[in-house]
């Protein structure tokens, strides 16, 4: 055998060796799919790839409690609503210049409160809304600017004060949507069944930020363990997404499981966090009064907030001539018994509040007819613009 | 030796010595009389007749505006003496609401819930008053000349009235109406609310921007060195050490000289008076003290954000902006449930013309400058806005010109003054509280 033939040999060993490996592969890939379409999991490659980027952004919302996430995701303590971000400040400002503007005057704001839901909804998915409104001709030539000032883990009666602010502060809105009710609810189970007060916000808001994070070694330590847990799941999720590991339902399975399992870590440290940060309180202060822990007592006392939130919201706006629409948002389906109950009470509340001449939008009928998550913001926006040019109406009409 | 037949017998020397001292007693006695005589006859010629009850109303007010800003009636203060053996030294703590609460707060708010979950209470006729620590002085009147007052009114002949007093120190808007909205979250039920501000919103709202913070930020000592963490910060929390301890000294004096009686005297009600204001006036010194370290931090501009530009003028045009929306805020929140709301402005000592000030007023109401400036610019603007809100139909009641015809000495400071000062504003306020109360049930008819 010559010299070149000899070194040869292994490469090609080498090729036949990987050959067959990735046509393994291949086959255990195919018999994957083959097994999750028969048992009617069909491998989809996007929805993992944007549960992972969820589970990203949900580390982001961590990172504001624990690390120095970006300068305008960071928490500052905030007198009237427990919690505001940088974010949310600098939006304020701008709505106040905007408003003693000339622009201003001419232009429809549009002022978006509420939770999680209502900020993405203020953020992301607004254009149908503004399209809508423009096809009334009342709305055709002014322009339309929407407002975000809701915060994710928001409840009433943060709404409410957060509107008594802005007002006071001088910002004159012409429509207030207001969209909320799962954190309104899931928020107060969390607490009454922690023992913190339903109408008190959540801990990681209040309860864990009252602590005295540089004079105390061991919440130190726990704030550490939770950045670094925090820091090897978003690396987990970052590095499988540069590689595509999503389009394999192999190893797109295994990153999602590890994902999860990395993610449980990093709630696990969080919770640490807020265990320590709150040990040394003066605990009435942290948790609120008293209040009957069972579950019933808790939905009853939270739909009330919920309710009270809604009708005070409403109230300042009309006292102004402002005008004004609540939405109740979807909840996500879940076993919780509590929570439940607790959407049939809100769902008793808003038809209370439609009773009052509040402008209602009941999300999950608005979305009925939605075929796809992309459907969803054309759908809710229309039925907001429906409920906000019927009471418009019914006011010209009471004139 | 036999003694000496001069010499008093050991029983008549030990007589001698007892004389003696009797006679220094009397003497003393006799002295204190006179100099008691003599001080009451020289107050009175300069006419200013010594009353113990003024001196014991001051002690009180001074005691209410050191620890929580609420003037308590002497009975209530010798009633709690038992239990109570240390001075009620102001315990704020973080409220994520209202900014800042009284740490019974909680007790109070549990009571109010299940008293409102009671079927009892659906009978009784329950008026709520907001505000600063003036409104939280109504506590003075809630049970008595205020409440008799709408208790007679025929409507009320077989329902009870209860006047629960929701003011805290140093509140100003949006505080009142973010308290109202939480109360009502928790399940509180007001027939009528009443709102006894303005003074607050202009005086402190000026104070916040002196300090180059946002006057809609609750006052700022109380707020920054609760939220910012003061422990990190060496000065202010040496500078805070002091304040809590000359507070808790200048409370304990005054607490021994109401439970001794001293205001019996004039002698010792005034030399206790005097020593109690100097005290007081040395826990305001540090005060202000620690808000100007607390505002020298850097990290003020997190907790609180900066001010907007501009002139005295538009500054405070910002305050009244505030206190207006904050009405019309709980007018609407009022109106929404069929509550009875009314609208009060309160009266205050620097506001040019709204009392012929005693002399006596004119040397305790030494206030610091942007009080002085919010209340001079700040008044004859909230009495405008007032109209206005008059106009959009909020009641409205202006009652900074309550002591216009008072001669008495009412203010025990730049703001809060005594007993009959808040009988002459029950007064006024209850007919106009009833009048809107006639009309809340009319529109619900």
């Known amino acids: ?399 | 030796m036999p003694p000496s037949s001069d010499a008093p017998s050991p029983p008549r020397a030990r007589r001698g010595a007892w004389r003696k001292f009797a006679i220094a007693c009397a003497s003393l006695v006799l002295a204190l009389i006179a100099a008691e005589l003599g001080l009451r006859a020289v107050q009175y010629v300069r006419g200013r007749p010594y009353v113990a009850r003024k001196v014991e109303n001051r002690l009180s007010a001074l005691r209410a505006a050191l620890s929580d800003g609420v003037p308590r009636e002497r009975a209530e203060a010798k009633a709690r003496k038992p239990n109570a053996p240390e001075p009620r030294v102001s315990h704020d703590v973080l409220h994520p609401y209202v900014g800042f609460e009284q740490s019974n707060h909680n007790d109070r708010l549990e009571a109010e819930i299940t008293y409102f979950r009671n079927d009892t209470s659906k009978n009784v006729f329950d008026v709520f008053v907001f505000g600063g620590s003036v409104a939280g002085g109504f506590e003075s009147v809630s049970s008595g000349a205020f409440h008799d007052l709408l208790a007679a009114d025929p409507r009320f002949a077989n329902r009870p009235v209860h006047v629960w007093v929701e003011g805290r120190a140093a509140h100003k808007e949006p505080q009142q109406v973010a308290l109202l909205d939480y109360l009502l979250c928790c399940g509180v039920e007001p027939d009528a609310v009443i709102a006894l501000d303005g003074f607050n919103e202009v005086a402190i709202g000026m104070q916040n921007v002196r300090a180059e913070i946002t006057h809609l930020y609750p006052y700022l000592s109380a707020w920054l060195a609760r939220a910012g963490g003061m422990e990190r910060n060496e000065e202010a929390f040496e500078l805070a050490l002091d304040l809590y301890a000359r507070r808790g000294a200048a409370l304990g004096r005054i607490e021994r000289l109401l439970d001794l009686g001293a205001a019996r005297f004039a002698m010792t009600g005034e030399l206790g008076l005097a020593w109690v204001e100097r005290s007081a006036h040395e826990v305001t010194d540090r005060m202000l003290r620690l808000q100007t370290t607390l505002t020298a931090s850097n990290r003020v501009d997190e907790l609180a954000p900066p001010n907007l530009p501009g002139d005295d003028d538009v500054q405070v045009d910002r305050c009244v902006r505030n206190w207006y929306e904050g009405a019309r805020s709980l007018a609407g929140v009022c109106r929404a449930r069929n509550i009875a709301f009314l609208e009060v402005l309160q009266p205050t000592l620097h506001d040019t013309g709204s009392k012929p000030l005693t002399e006596n007023e004119v040397s305790k109401g030494e206030a610091i400058e942007p009080w002085t400036t919010g209340v001079h610019l700040g008044y004859p603007k909230l009495r405008a806005a007032g109209k206005e809100l008059a106009r959009s139909g909020v009641a409205f009641l202006d009652a900074s010109f309550a002591f216009e015809h008072e001669t008495r000495s009412l203010y025990v400071d730049a703001c809060h003054f005594e007993l009959a000062g808040y009988e002459v504003l029950s007064r006024m306020i209850a007919p106009a509280l009833l009048t809107e109360i006639e009309r809340v049930e009319a529109r619900r008819q």
């Open chain 1, 1 to 399: 055998m010559t010299s070149a033939a000899a070194k040869r040999g292994p490469l090609l060993r080498l090729a036949w060796v990987s050959g067959l490996l990735l046509a393994a592969f291949v086959a255990v890939e195919l018999a994957f799919r083959g097994w999750l379409a028969f048992e009617k999991r069909a491998w989809d490659s996007d929805a993992t790839r944007a549960r992972i980027e969820r589970s990203l952004a949900g580390a982001d919302e961590h990172g504001a409690k624990t690390s120095r996430a970006s300068e305008d995701a960071a928490t500052v303590l905030h007198p009237f609503f427990a919690r505001d971000t940088r974010a949310a400040r600098k939006e304020l400002d701008r709505a106040l210049e905007f408003t003693s503007s000339a622009e201003g005057t001419l232009a429809f704001d549009v002022v978006v409160f509420g939770g999680a839901a209502a900020a993405d909804f203020a953020t992301n998915r607004v254009g149908p809304l503004t399209e809508a409104l423009r096809a009334d001709p009342r709305y055709a030539a002014r322009p339309i600017r929407v407002w975000n000032q809701a915060r994710a883990g928001f409840k009433q009666p943060q709404q409410a004060n957060a509107l008594a602010y802005l007002l006071d502060a001088g910002v004159e809105p012409d429509l207030v949507l207001v969209i909320d009710g799962v954190e309104d609810l899931t928020i107060a189970l969390r607490n009454g069944r922690a023992g913190t007060h339903p109408v008190y916000p959540s801990t990681e808001s209040w309860g864990s930020r009252l602590g005295r994070p540089l004079n105390d070694p061991a919440r130190l330590q726990a704030v550490l363990a939770a950045r670094q847990s925090e820091q090897r799941m978003r690396s987990w999720a970052r590095t499988s997404l540069s590689l595509g590991l999503a389009h394999s339902a192999c190893l797109g399975t295994f990153v999602v499981d590890e994902l999860e399992r990395r993610l449980a870590e990093v709630n696990a440290a969080q919770r640490h966090v807020d265990d320590v940060g709150t040990r040394e309180l003066d605990d009435r202060a942290a948790v609120g009064p008293r209040h009957a822990g069972d579950d019933i007592a808790i939905v009853r006392t939270a739909t009330r907030a919920w309710f009270e939130g809604a009708l005070s919201m409403w109230a300042m706006c009309r006292e102004r001539g402002i005008a004004y629409v609540h939405v109740l948002e979807t909840a996500p389906h879940d076993a919780d018994v509590a929570l439940a109950q607790g959407e049939r009470s809100l769902a008793g509340g808003l038809r209370e509040l439609e009773k009052r001449g509040v402008p209602i939008v009941d999300a999950r009928a608005a979305l009925e007819a939605s075929k796809t998550a992309a459907d969803e913001p054309r759908d809710l926006g229309a039925a907001i613009v429906r409920a906000h040019l019927a009471a418009l109406d019914a006011g010209d009409a009471r004139r």
